[in-house]
């Protein structure tokens, strides 16, 4: 039977953003099973206040009894705290440009305070439109040398979501909301692969770490930047190939 195949996507995406990962697995070997979390496509209206422990609930009620876990960003956050939950379920996991959380309480609580402002704005309609918010989004230095085609994709995508509930999202598994899991990525003994993109020198640096930590891990660097979902489907697919 193939092997089933856990997709998360990242914040104020969906599971359209697999498309092009899904499109190259081996339907012999993988069955991929990408679902919109809470805030999000289709789970817009999921029960608020959302938190990282609804998401977890979200993600094992809708999965198999075991799978390959991966994680984009927002989504490989919540699939480490998914691993951590049930690592008798994980058979490997993928994190894709993911951090295991900001250590620093200050910085931590100042992106808290960034994110509850944008969640704000969002609600208030303080963009001029959706779209006003998507492309401030994309301006991120995060994103910086991203190709067309990879940009044209990620607002589409984007756009298949509400503010509202990217508000709520914001608000309940921001990246501000998050405690950190770098002190309890040694309990993780399932095989691990941590893929960054070569632009993306922040994660790099952060891949490096959790590589460091994580028993039975290796990092691996693709050409591309953040995005490597839709940038670089190809490096992604190598990625869950790996055993």
């Known amino acids: 039977m193939p092997e089933s195949v856990v997709l998360l996507h990242g914040f104020s995406g969906t599971h359209r953003a697999w498309d092009g990962v899904a499109a190259r697995l081996d339907r012999e070997r993988y069955l991929p099973l990408a679902f919109d979390l809470p805030g999000h496509g289709a789970a817009a209206d999921a029960e608020r206040p959302i938190a990282f422990s609804g998401c977890v609930a979200h993600v094992l009620a809708a999965s198999p009894e075991r799978f390959v876990l991966c994680g984009y960003s927002q989504g490989g956050r919540i699939a480490l705290q998914v691993a951590l939950r049930a690592p008798e379920r ?3 996991l ?3 440009a993911c951090s295991a959380g900001i250590e620093d309480a200050a910085e931590r609580a100042e992106r808290r305070r960034c994110d509850h ?3 704000d704005e969002l609600e208030a309609g303080s963009w001029a439109g959706f779209d006003s918010f998507i492309e401030g989004w994309r301006a991120q230095p995060l994103f910086a ?3 067309p085609e990879a940009g044209r994709l990620a ?3 984007q756009r298949r979501n509400r503010p509202d ?3 709520a999202a914001l608000r ?3 990246t501000g909301e998050m405690e950190p899991l ?3 990525l040694a309990e993780m003994t399932m095989p691990v692969t941590v893929l960054v993109g070569a632009r993306d020198e922040k994660f790099q640096a952060l891949g490096q770490r959790m590589t460091e930590l994580l028993p039975d891990s290796q990092l691996v660097v693709a050409p591309g930047g953040h995005g490597l979902p839709l940038e670089n489907p190809a490096a992604v697919v190598r990625a869950i190939e790996r055993r």
């Open 117 to 119: 402002r944008l969640a």
């Open 90 to 92: 994980i058979d490997r």
């Open 172 to 174: 309940g598994i921001g």
């Open 155 to 157: 607002r589409e995508d």
């Open 182 to 184: 770098w002190g309890r």
């Open 165 to 167: 509930a990217l508000a």
């Open 145 to 147: 040398g991203e190709p």
């Open 94 to 96: 993928v994190l894709v």
